[in-house]
């Protein structure tokens, strides 16, 4: 299976890369990317003009998610530009995608350092706000110091990514990595009666599996208003099942973080492994395939009522306790209420055998 992804002239022989974050933050860590991990492109820690202070302990993972109230690099751009990047690039043997942030003037001191280093560079405006001007303003002070596409990252606080995504384009940027932390949010601790890994506010930004289904539509809608901007998407990926749900929903490469927290710095090198086998079981050949693959879009007002396959039943009761309408009991097996089904689709979806179907959901 080929796995290899290109876009703006850059090419990947795998469409995974790392998110930017406490992976990548120094020489050992992005050698850790290409010697052990195996990504495609590495992405560094994002890079700011200040240095950072940061509240210890800064991380915290749940079952779906993981809150981080880390800001940027821990280490001042001059180190970056003085040791990490010239010691990495010495063994560069794939893209390199500088991660930078924030402002217009940070972007002044910033590119014009980092230019000879960069294959492309990753844009964080985390901490701009949401007026498209400032930002448009922002890409326009990035393309002045550069040739080499940069992608612009995304917040979900953004409320009209179509018209982030316009602005961004007709102001110089090549595309948009999409999306960043959710937040902010809040970790409490019922025991203790306080807060938790937050800063000074108490607040922290939140990841990992939970915001994927956020992520995916914002990556579908950027795509479908700006055909022509190349798209990142990055947000709650834990296997090669979700690299190939990003693609089709528009990326042409993807990034992850969370769950390498999550599950281990493993993860990176099995992803990259599984994803010949989930190319196989969709019917792909490459990763270019899914790519330029269209979405189709079926949606049914009619009635349908489920039905089991018996031979799958293991009989857990999962959808008798929790059908919203009532409408599944046991009686020797497993019955459908017709009168009372609302077609909803839960009982399928939360099926852990695949026993119960309904044909418009294939």
């Known amino acids: 299976m080929k796995l290899r992804t290109t876009f703006d002239g850059i090419t990947l022989e795998n469409p995974l890369m790392p998110a930017s974050g406490p992976l990548t933050g120094d020489t050992e860590k992005l050698a850790f990317m290409r010697d052990e991990a195996g990504v495609g492109a590495v992405v560094t820690k994002t890079i700011c003009p200040r240095e950072p202070e940061i509240p210890k302990p800064c991380i915290y993972t749940g079952k779906h998610y993981v809150q981080n109230s880390e800001l940027w690099s821990e280490h001042p751009m001059e180190r970056w530009v003085e040791s990490f990047l010239p010691e990495y690039v010495e063994k560069k043997d794939r893209p390199l995608i500088i991660s930078v942030g924030y402002t217009k003037e940070d972007m002044e001191i910033l590119i014009p350092k980092l230019d000879a280093f960069a294959d492309a560079f990753e844009v964080s405006t985390h901490y701009v706000g ?202 020797d097996r497993i019955t459908f209420n017709p009168d009372k089904c609302f077609s909803c689709g839960l009982c399928v979806s939360i099926c852990p055998t695949d026993a119960i179907h309904m044909d418009k959901l294939g």
Not at 189 to 209: L, Q, S
Not at 257 to 265: D, M, P, V
């Open 130 to 331: 949401t007026d498209l001007s400032v930002i448009a303003d922002t890409v326009r002070t990035i393309r002045s110091h550069t040739d080499k596409p940069f992608y612009m990252k995304i917040s979900p606080h953004i409320q009209n990514p179509e018209g982030y995504a316009k602005a961004i384009k007709e102001a110089g940027a090549n595309g948009v990595v999409a999306i960043n932390s959710l937040g902010p949010t809040i970790n409490i601790n019922a025991k203790k009666r306080r807060i938790e890994y937050g800063a000074e506010d108490g607040f922290v930004w939140t990841t990992g599996p939970l915001i994927k289904p956020m992520a995916l539509a914002i990556v579908y809608k950027i795509k479908q208003a700006e055909p022509s901007l190349t798209v990142i998407g990055v947000g709650g990926i834990t296997s090669a099942d979700d690299v190939i749900e990003f693609l089709l929903a528009g990326a042409s490469g993807v990034q992850m973080l969370s769950g390498a927290l999550l599950k281990g710095k493993a993860l990176y090198a099995k992803i990259i492994r599984d994803l010949p086998k989930a190319l196989e079981k969709y019917g792909f050949e490459s990763i270019e395939d899914v790519i330029g693959t269209t979405l189709s879009k079926d949606v049914s007002y009619e009635d349908e009522t489920p039905t089991l396959i018996e031979e799958k039943c293991i009989e857990c009761m999962l959808c008798v306790k929790t059908c919203p309408y009532f409408a599944i009991d046991f009686k």
